[in-house]
């Protein structure tokens, strides 16, 4: 019950239906804020306790002073959480520990239970092992159920034994497009209430639903956690960027091409930690296909949210996706009531403002290693080829004019690019060359762009144009689709349109992530056996919204995300080097030149198939027995019972050591002292390089682990895929292929020094780690700016916390990184403004001892602490426990400490 103290509580009445609110207009100022702060005010004025959340918090947003810095620290309580199975199976293997840890320390087990609804969407673990052919699909599913049986299971017992714990099983779509087409409620009712809909994800790209005004964003798995056992999120107020829409987009131009502006735009901005909101005349223009598109890229410009408010177009998607007609009409009324209805005029009180006229978005690509990268698809041959050059040695400059391809095939090769043609022979005999830039993968994949019919259907009806004029994929293209929902499987075969996209080769592979994630499964054979053996500069083109080094395929050294017409398009000439908006893509069957322009659809021809062929129906049907799974999945064997049998001989699930020993009350905090350095990184160091993620090799800890426990090579799985087991997980954190680390020159990927032993000898990060906590030195890691961009990776915290890293030295931090450091009871620090490891003179070779720490069991939370070497430098570093929730958590040794003793106490 909430204090009310504003007197806020109303009745809104919508049909024969009527519902509980709390009205915004009853606080002072509520009127000028921004869409996102009036559903924060929403969720405060309906959860004040006079405790943790009081009418000082309230009046605060109120008041909220858009040009401040962020000071005020509230407590957000999410409606509900969302997740995706490689960050949800650990959160489920979290909770059935703390089950038998509340046991061992006295409590009730069942206390362990969601107290928020939390909806698991199993999508990450299949791999595009098979493709190019119609027997893809099932082939895939098959392997997929082989490799994941356990886990499968584990989620299964999961679903019976947790209560508001609800599983989508596989081969049904993408977590972010299930979440908008079906879970999303844009209006929550519950218990007689109606309110807001609001979510945390553990995943980043949980902001596609802001698309539908609905307030959400990615947090680590840690906190995902606590938000299910009830504990609201700490944050401050943020700062809102509004960005304002003006015009529409001219034909040509794509949801895609308009989101890597967006992109581009925001990160010069700078907009980490803050929400962005979309205003102005041109939001209503922007169907909400391209809302969600924006919206899901939120992780790669950097803010917290980027969110739309509601509007007829929220509501026709509504109605167009299967919500019912009571549902759709609470959402209008409540909006309307609330003040969170669009106005196109109204120019509320924003911290920072920028605008775009969408008529000046051009089409685009971004790469080849970040999404902010992003290149004038005209000029992209000409970028390539310098770009190029970062990742081959100049030997074998192509000589004026040479041709490394018959003219029929593929443009002549640019004068003075790089090159290296290897020739190929396929299984069947035939032979064909490839080069440096050679398009390796061409993937339809994410939900960033598969949930956009416009930009799907594009797609399809550039295969039925290649196709009608004789082209097709080049031989060593894999060529994969993977749709987010089986609702776009369903509009292609209606409109006749799939034919064609399996003949250039993009046959269905499944419904999940599959290539953004690293899930891409190998290339052919014979085509990396070519590109290893040439050192070859080969690339990938995706749909995705990730092309982080190393993430997409072991063998692929450049990556580029392009709308998923354009990935048709590259699959087509089968090379970077290929300017295609100039140059021929192939031949017909005439011999005549064929470009782009020629298989490019019309805007009018791309609407009248989504008009005529996408309809209510197919939602729900798509849709409505969702969580029963097919007869594979209810196949499963289950254990029984409220907590869960572990299987000591399981690689897969693992009861993990956060609670072994830990008692009611915590132990102080103590100072570190005698700290050797585990990693010393540059800027931009992601969560893709710490974490662990997409392949597992054979002469890894990883992979060394796994055939110490007889499982074959081939059925390594993914890292992804494994999470519930931490002995994976640790031996593949720091382990990513590109990760430099600077004390150990000249290597790549998981590697250090290790100076428990004479000389500090080059090692597995891991391997140096045991030895490190088995001598009882603590660790820490020193890195440059934006440490921990990319995805919310609750394993990039877990695994720096389980290698015995006590303290990270950034320059600066992404938001949620720094956050789950806390979260897994890591201290982060911060270099002094304009200082880091190189003006200090660190070379990581020193002894660190950290100070000050101690001040934490006062209560209160150092602004710095000292930092000292065992060769004499000494500085105070910035202490980035950011509001004393965080400090909460630091003091009982991580969040999950801290929920499970508060549960036991109450």
């Given at each position: 019950m909430s204090a009310n103290s504003f007197d806020a509580r109303s009745t809104l009445r919508v049909g024969?239906?009527?519902?509980?609110?709390?009205?915004?207009?009853?606080?002072?100022?509520?009127?000028?804020?921004?869409?996102?702060?009036?559903?924060?005010?929403?969720?405060?004025?309906?959860?004040?306790?006079?405790?943790?959340?009081?009418?000082?918090?309230?009046?605060?947003?109120?008041?909220?002073?858009?040009?401040?810095?962020?000071?005020?620290?509230?407590?957000?309580?999410?409606?509900?959480?969302?997740?995706?199975?490689?960050?949800?199976?650990?959160?489920?293997?979290?909770?059935?520990?703390?089950?038998?840890?509340?046991?061992?320390?006295?409590?009730?087990?069942?206390?362990?239970n969601p107290l928020a609804p939390a909806e698991l969407v199993i999508d990450h673990s299949v791999i595009a092992d098979k493709f190019g052919t119609k027997e893809a699909f099932g082939q895939n599913v098959e392997l997929e159920y082989g490799r994941n049986k356990e886990r499968y299971q584990f989620l299964r017992w999961g679903q019976t034994a947790f209560d508001e714990f609800k599983v989508v099983p596989p081969g049904t779509g993408i977590v972010h497009q299930v979440n908008i087409e079906h879970l999303a409620r844009t209006v929550m009712v519950r218990n007689g209430q109606a309110y807001p809909d609001t979510l945390v994800g553990t995943d980043s790209h949980t902001t596609m639903v802001n698309g539908l005004g609905v307030l959400g964003w990615g947090v680590g798995g840690i906190e995902a956690e606590a938000a299910m056992l009830g504990q609201p999120v700490s944050m401050l107020i943020p700062r809102v960027v509004g960005f304002k829409l003006t015009g529409e987009l001219k034909p040509g131009t794509t949801a895609t091409d308009l989101v890597l502006t967006i992109t581009e735009m925001l990160r010069k901005h700078g907009v980490v930690g803050k929400f962005v909101e979309f205003y102005g005349e041109g939001v209503a223009a922007t169907s909400l296909a391209n809302r969600a598109t924006i919206g899901n890229m939120s992780p790669e410009f950097g803010s917290t949210a980027a969110i739309f408010p509601i509007d007829d177009e929220t509501l026709n998607y509504l109605r167009l996706t299967g919500r019912d007609a009571q549902q759709v009409a609470l959402v209008e009324a409540y909006a309307k009531e609330q003040g969170l209805w669009l106005d196109p005029k109204a120019e509320p009180d924003f911290s920072e403002k920028l605008e775009l006229d969408l008529a000046t978005v051009v089409p685009s690509i971004a790469g080849p290693k970040r999404p902010q990268d992003r290149i004038v698809l005209a000029n992209a041959a000409q970028q390539f080829a310098?770009?190029?050059?970062?990742?081959?040695?100049?030997?074998?400059?192509?000589?004026?004019?040479?041709?490394?391809?018959?003219?029929?095939?593929?443009?002549?090769?640019?004068?003075?690019?790089?090159?290296?043609?290897?020739?190929?022979?396929?299984?069947?005999?035939?032979?064909?060359?490839?080069?440096?830039?050679?398009?390796?993968?061409?993937?339809?994949?994410?939900?960033?762009?598969?949930?956009?019919?416009?930009?799907?259907?594009?797609?399809?009806?550039?295969?039925?144009?290649?196709?009608?004029?004789?082209?097709?994929?080049?031989?060593?293209?894999?060529?994969?689709?993977?749709?987010?929902?089986?609702?776009?499987?369903?509009?292609?075969?209606?409109?006749?349109?799939?034919?064609?996209?399996?003949?250039v080769g993009f046959n269905l592979v499944g419904y999940g992530c599959t290539t953004c994630i690293g899930n891409s499964g190998p290339l052919p054979e014979e085509v990396s056996k070519a590109v290893n053996d040439n050192d070859l500069a080969v690339t990938s083109v995706l749909s995705g919204n990730r092309n982080f080094e190393g993430r997409i395929n072991p063998d692929v050294k450049m990556n580029y995300l392009a709308s998923p017409p354009l990935v048709v398009a590259y699959a087509i000439a089968g090379s970077m080097k290929v300017d295609i908006t100039k140059d021929a893509l192939g031949t017909d069957q005439d011999g005549k030149p064929v470009y782009l322009a020629d298989i490019w659809p019309t805007e009018a021809e791309v609407n009248d198939v989504v008009a005529n062929a996408i309809g209510e129906d197919m939602f729900n049907k798509s849709y409505q027995d969702v969580f029963a799974g097919d007869a594979q999945w209810q196949a499963l064997p289950i254990p029984t019972g409220n907590t869960f049998e572990w299987d000591a001989e399981s690689t897969y699930v693992r009861k993990p050591p956060y609670f072994e020993g830990m008692a009611m009350d915590p132990a102080p905090v103590e100072d570190i002292t005698g700290a050797r350095?585990?990693?010393?990184?540059?800027?931009?160091?992601?969560?893709?390089?710490?974490?662990?993620?997409?392949?597992?090799?054979?002469?890894?800890?990883?992979?060394?682990?796994?055939?110490?426990?007889?499982?074959?090579?081939?059925?390594?799985?993914?890292?992804?895929?494994?999470?519930?087991?931490?002995?994976?997980?640790?031996?593949?954190?720091?382990?990513?292929?590109?990760?430099?680390?600077?004390?150990?020159?000249?290597?790549?990927?998981?590697?250090?020094?290790?100076?428990?032993?004479?000389?500090?000898?080059?090692?597995?990060?891991?391997?140096?780690?045991?030895?490190?906590?088995?001598?009882?030195?603590?660790?820490?890691?020193?890195?440059?700016?934006?440490?921990?961009?990319?995805?919310?990776?609750?394993?990039?915290?877990?695994?720096?916390?389980?290698?015995?890293?006590?303290?990270?030295?950034?320059?600066?931090?992404?938001?949620?990184?720094?956050?789950?450091?806390?979260?897994?009871?890591?201290?982060?620090?911060?270099?002094?403004?304009?200082?880091?490891?190189?003006?200090?003179?660190?070379?990581?070779?020193?002894?660190?001892?950290?100070?000050?720490?101690?001040?934490?069991?006062?209560?209160?939370?150092?602004?710095?602490?000292?930092?000292?070497?065992?060769?004499?430098?000494?500085?105070?570093?910035?202490?980035?426990?950011?509001?004393?929730?965080?400090?909460?958590?630091?003091?009982?040794?991580?969040?999950?400490?801290?929920?499970?003793?508060?549960?036991?106490?109450?």
């Open positions: 024969d239906e009527s519902y509980e609110i709390f009205k915004l207009d009853k606080v002072e100022g509520s009127a000028r804020l921004p869409y996102s702060l009036k559903v924060l005010l929403e969720n405060l004025l309906r959860t004040e306790d006079g405790a943790n959340i009081t009418a000082d918090h309230i009046r605060a947003i109120g008041g909220w002073d858009s040009q401040a810095q962020p000071s005020q620290e509230i407590q957000f309580t999410p409606a509900r959480v969302i997740m995706q199975d490689f960050t949800g199976v650990p959160c489920v293997v979290d909770l059935a520990t703390m089950r038998e840890a509340v046991k061992e320390l006295g409590g009730d087990p069942a206390k362990i310098s770009d190029v050059r970062n990742y081959v040695s100049d030997t074998g400059v192509d000589e004026a004019g040479k041709e490394s391809f018959p003219a029929s095939d593929a443009p002549a090769v640019s004068n003075g690019v790089p090159s290296n043609p290897t020739t190929v022979t396929a299984p069947d005999g035939s032979t064909y060359e490839i080069d440096h830039g050679a398009v390796t993968v061409a993937a339809i994949t994410s939900c960033t762009n598969t949930s956009n019919p416009y930009v799907m259907v594009a797609a399809a009806l550039v295969a039925k144009k290649a196709v009608e004029k004789g082209l097709t994929r080049k031989p060593w293209v894999k060529t994969t689709l993977a749709p987010g929902s089986k609702v776009v499987t369903d509009y292609f075969d209606k409109a006749g349109l799939t034919p064609y996209l399996d003949k350095v585990l990693a010393k990184l540059g800027d931009s160091v992601t969560t893709d390089h710490i974490s662990p993620a997409g392949a597992i090799k054979a002469d890894t800890p990883a992979g060394k682990y796994l055939t110490e426990h007889g499982i074959e090579r081939r059925d390594f799985n993914s890292y992804g895929s494994r999470r519930g087991n931490h002995e994976v997980m640790i031996r593949g954190t720091f382990a990513n292929i590109r990760l430099r680390n600077q004390i150990a020159p000249g290597t790549e990927g998981g590697y250090t020094r290790d100076f428990t032993q004479d000389g500090g000898p080059v090692s597995f990060i891991y391997d140096a780690s045991q030895n490190y906590q088995a001598a009882g030195t603590p660790l820490a890691i020193l890195a440059g700016k934006e440490y921990g961009s990319g995805s919310s990776r609750d394993w990039a915290a877990k695994g720096t916390a389980l290698l015995g890293v006590k303290a990270v030295i950034a320059e600066s931090y992404e938001r949620i990184h720094r956050s789950n450091l806390i979260g897994m009871g890591v201290l982060p620090l911060q270099f002094p403004e304009g200082q880091n490891a190189e003006t200090l003179g660190l070379t990581g070779e020193e002894a660190f001892s950290f100070t000050g720490v101690t001040e934490l069991n006062n209560g209160t939370t150092p602004r710095t602490v000292k930092v000292t070497t065992d060769t004499g430098v000494e500085f105070d570093a910035v202490v980035r426990i950011d509001t004393p929730g965080e400090a909460d958590y630091y003091r009982n040794g991580g969040i999950l400490q801290y929920v499970l003793r508060s549960l036991i106490r109450s």
